[in-house]
């Protein structure tokens, strides 16, 4: 009996020093935090740490250890992180950064990526308002250049396959597009632009402009149709053809303010859109014989991607006018640069800064400039 009764007593011993060391941490606990709370500082808190016996610091470091990135003094004149002093940061740096110090006239080296689009500056020169219509290139060049040009109007079946075989042979074309084409097939849009094709503009509807527009109308159907191929693309357009191959003064000093200087009409109509024409079926031998016995330097063939025999003609039309000695160039590298402003570029396989430079006749440091490279 009398040895239940000390049990008992120890038992409640032990709660009495577990509720005891209890209420001794909680103190603890909230006399730490009201001290940081309170802003006593630093040293006042480690007393408190101390006074419980929560101090526990890292041992001093031995000999041979190394010390504390974190704790050791910098020397600004030597610490490769210090972005102040770093040699090679450019705000320190008493040498220009876009040179070479072993050669002090070489550039440093900007990346461009194919399919990059870059800003043209292109050098100013007098402007002209109207639209100037152009039926074939006016640049002279020593080889024959001919220029392939695709229209799309609603049809886009044929798209890719017309692309493979460009693919196939090498040969980049210039395509005129309707803008509401573009927006109902955008992914065959940025498919033509990313194959290294010239993109221009075919209008927004493809109205009779000059019949069935005044001169808000086209400039309506201008500024829409430009503003869906820029967002769709990437690309700012600056050549036009017009719908069915219309025109009158109105529509072309409209198309001068609206950046277009250029109104694109054609050498050779292979009536590929055609399926019969002045009694005669518009087969692939039509229209192949259409191209290559009409073709001449600096000439535009108008096609059409919908053209049902197209696809089909195009291998032999492409063999035929390189075994004349014909070289393909899209119609931008066939005209002058616009004479003011700036047009597009999308960065083929191969090209650098200087190719491009050297192209459009402007220098590496204004494509620099301009494109923020």
């Known amino acids: 009996m009398g040895e239940a009764k000390m049990n008992k007593k120890s038992k409640k011993r032990a709660v009495k020093l577990i509720l005891i060391v209890l209420l001794v941490c909680l103190a603890s606990f909230t006399a730490g935090y009201g001290v940081t709370a309170s802003g006593l500082g630093e040293k006042a808190f480690n007393s408190v740490r101390q006074w419980f016996g929560w ?58 990526y194919v399919g990059q689009v870059l800003l043209i500056p292109v050098p100013s020169g007098e402007v002209s308002s109207i639209s100037q219509v152009v039926q074939r290139g006016t640049v002279t060049s020593s080889q024959k250049p001919i220029a392939l040009t695709f229209d799309s109007g609603w049809l886009f079946e044929q798209t890719i396959p017309l692309l493979n075989v460009l693919d196939q042979y090498g040969v980049t074309a210039t395509f005129f597009p309707r803008a509401g084409w573009v927006a109902d097939h955008p992914e065959l849009a940025r498919e033509i632009v990313r194959r290294g094709h010239t993109m221009g503009n075919h209008s927004l509807t493809h109205k009779h402009m000059p019949v069935q527009l005044d001169a808000a109308g086209m400039r309506y159907e201008m500024q829409e149709s430009t503003r869906i191929i ?72 108008l096609m059409h991607i919908g053209g049902p025999k197209t696809v089909e003609a195009l291998p032999r039309i492409i063999e035929g006018l390189r075994a004349k000695g014909f070289t393909f160039n899209t119609l931008d590298k066939m005209l002058p640069p616009p004479a003011d402003g700036t047009v597009t570029h999308t960065v083929a396989a191969g090209e650098t800064l200087y190719s491009i430079a050297r192209r459009y006749g402007v220098t590496v440091q204004q494509l620099i400039e301009a494109n923020g490279l």
């Open 230 to 301: 820029w967002e769709v693309t990437g690309i700012r357009p600056y050549l036009f053809r017009p719908p069915y191959g219309e025109y009158n003064q109105t529509l072309l000093q409209v198309l001068g303010e609206e950046g277009y200087p250029y109104t694109v009409m054609w050498t050779i109509d292979t009536h590929d859109w055609a399926t019969e024409m002045n009694g005669q079926t518009v087969t692939a031998d039509y229209i192949v014989n259409r191209v290559l016995n009409n073709a001449d330097q600096n000439g535009i063939v």
């Open 55 to 112: 101090d526990h610091t890292a041992d001093p470091p031995r000999s041979g250890d190394p010390p504390d990135p974190g704790d050791a003094p910098r020397d600004p004149g030597k610490d490769p992180q210090d972005p102040g002093n770093n040699p090679q940061d450019p705000g320190q740096d008493p040498g220009d950064p876009g040179e070479d110090p072993g050669n002090g006239d070489k550039p440093k080296e900007q990346v461009i």
